[in-house]
């Protein structure tokens, strides 16, 4: 059993100041009791797509530097959220989730297959492809208390990755996101509910919430939903911190009672 999380955050396009606000709020957490801590999608930067270049960096980047020395610091398992990993093919970047395990070192990379292409009705048009490559590898990470499988925000659309997740021994599964306003009132808790229920799974769901450059707003709601689809941990408006325990214990029992990840059929 662990503490964890889910972390909530408004950035803004000053990176020095969301990355001093995403350790603020990991001490903070970490001050609470949590051992397993998870940023929000694009934690340490959320500003204009002109300016967008300006903010990437490689995995050994000060921002992930940062993130490595924190967890091996509090010797806590850490989620970064997603940062723009610089390299990607065509001039493009990743968004890409890191965790970090007690000792500072990587325990898994993933980089967002699913990118957010789409016109949701608030005004805004998105398309993430046309800066972001997607990636190509499902990534499910050894940690001391089970297997957590990693996605960022768009990929919860998604269940056949987070079925796989589960099929590779995930236990916990991840979902960093900026949820957009007009789509997360409505879809946010659902979707994350059903990927915890049909694979019997915890899922940690830091957020981004507020409004952002460019009259961006997101969602938010950062919450810990446990195997059963209950929300034991949920965050309100603005800054904050959504705490709850994972059980691997709890998952183990579900499973065995109800075992229809045994019972699937394709």
Known sequence: MILAAALQMTSTAAKPDNVATATRLIRQAHGFGA????????????????????????????????????????????????????????????????????????????????????????????????AVAPGTEVVVAQTGFGKVGLSVCYDLRFPELYRQMAKDGATTLTVPAAFTLATGKDHWEVLLRARAIENQAYVLAPAQQGKHPKDRMTWGHAMLVDPWGLVTARASEGEGIALGQIDDALVARIRKNLPVLNHRKL
């Open 35 to 130: 051992r397993f801590i998870g940023l929000p999608e694009n934690f340490a930067w959320m500003g204009p797509e002109a300016d967008r270049a300006s903010a990437t960096e490689p995995l050994d980047g000060p921002t992930l530097s940062t993130l490595a020395t924190l967890a091996r610091e509090l010797k806590i398992t850490l989620l970064g959220g997603s940062v723009l990993e610089s390299g990607a093919p065509g001039g493009r970047n990743y968004n890409t989730s890191v965790l970090f395990g007690p000792d500072g070192e990587r325990l898994g990379t993933y980089r967002k297959m699913h990118l957010f292409d789409v016109e949701v009705g608030d005004g805004q048009t998105y398309r993430e492809s046309a």
